[in-house]
């Protein structure tokens, strides 16, 4: 289950990931890496958004839906 915003992690992020559903495949890398970078720069309104708990801070995890893509472009 996805976890809500959360300022307190969201300062000791030291990773991001972004998970890309497979209908995403045919976009070009260039294409996703902006999406990319456009979601975790708000990581508030994504929809899917987790942070998942390494040893020297958190990954802030989100995984791409349809709306993100929407809201971004």
Do not use: K, S
Not at 55 to 67: K, L, M, S, Y
């Amino acid at each position: 289950m996805a976890n809500a915003y959360d300022p307190y992690r969201e300062a000791l992020v030291v990773e991001e990931n972004t998970i890309w559903p497979d209908e995403y495949d045919a976009w070009d890398e260039a294409q996703r890496d902006d999406v990319a970078r456009r979601l975790h720069a708000q990581p508030q309104a994504a929809a899917n958004l987790d942070y998942v708990r390494l040893h020297t801070g958190f990954c802030r995890q989100i995984v791409v839906t349809p709306e993100d893509i929407e809201r971004v472009q």
